[in-house]
């Protein structure tokens, strides 16, 4: 491993690692919710049906698969999305979002958008964006292999 790739994976890190605590600070603040309640949120809005398992929650949200679990029931017991069961397999679930969760959503997206921005994508140019988001693709297509 070049130096290159281990100053690539350490910048990484330490971006995750100062960004999602201060966008979580944000969120709360602005709209009280967690930054994972956003992430699960944003994610089931988005999936066909507006509905995932509990297993393609845990693989796309910024969460564990256990993680996502405890926050889909704490999002449930806040209304915001709802569990199925899966008829097709008894040992598993749904998380489907509701129209208060699409609407909570709606609320914060500003703020998390202007979170992004003014910590992450405002100090890359356009073509570094493009660059950033087309190597990290690469690498969680090939993750999920």
Not at 56 to 70: I, P
């Amino acid at each position: 491993m070049s130096a290159t790739d281990t100053a690539a994976w350490a910048a990484l890190l330490r971006v995750h690692a100062a960004l999602v605590p201060r966008l979580d600070r944000e969120l709360q603040a602005a709209c009280g919710l967690q930054l994972a309640w956003y992430d699960v949120l944003l994610e089931l809005d988005s999936a066909p049906d507006r509905r995932l398992s509990m297993g393609e929650l845990g693989q796309r949200a910024v969460v564990s698969r256990t993680r996502a679990s405890r926050v889909v029931d704490a999002l449930a017991a806040a209304g915001l999305v709802t569990r199925e069961s899966n008829p097709d397999d008894r040992r598993s679930a749904y998380a489907m979002i509701t129209e208060a969760g699409r609407a909570r959503l709606g609320e914060a997206a500003p703020t998390y958008l202007a979170g992004v921005e003014e910590h992450f994508t405002s100090r890359m140019g356009g073509e570094e964006s493009r660059t950033v988001a087309a190597a990290l693709e690469k690498v969680l297509k090939t993750a999920a292999e």
